[in-house]
């Protein structure tokens, strides 16, 4: 049994700072990589941010400069620091975490339940 728990989420005003957590737990043997997704009212979900193993990041160009992924791998937790934010920066928050449950098995995507953001104009 895995679990992706996501927390930070909140309502905040414009061009404020929120930080975002996951933490991975129960059966991990192995991850990959760890991300977040957003995913706004009558949009599909998109990519925020993702950080491999190795250190590799990926940012959507809509959050390059104002969002920071970060991982502690000791705890199996990634951040997501949030500055500048603006409206269209509203949406539910999901964690990815790319993961092993055991020696030799394959690699799955497991997703958190979501923290909602909202950041009031």
């Known amino acids: 049994q895995v679990q992706v728990v996501e927390s930070g989420g909140g309502l905040v005003q414009a061009g404020g700072s929120l930080r975002l957590s996951c933490a991975a737990s129960?059966?991990?043997?192995?991850?990959?990589?760890m991300g977040w997704y957003r995913q706004a009212p009558g949009k599909q979900r998109e990519l925020v941010a993702t950080l491999t193993i190795t250190g590799s990041t990926n940012y959507a160009d809509s959050v390059k400069g104002r969002f920071t992924i970060a991982r502690d791998n000791a705890k199996n937790t990634v951040y997501l620091q949030m500055n500048s934010l603006k409206p269209e920066d509203t949406a539910v928050y999901y964690c990815?975490?790319?993961?092993?449950?055991?020696?030799?098995?394959?690699?799955?995507?497991?997703w958190g339940q979501g923290t909602q953001v909202t950041v009031s104009s």
């Open positions: 990815n975490a790319e993961m092993q449950t055991g020696r030799g098995t394959l690699f799955r995507d497991y």
């Open positions: 129960g059966s991990v043997f192995s991850i990959n990589a």
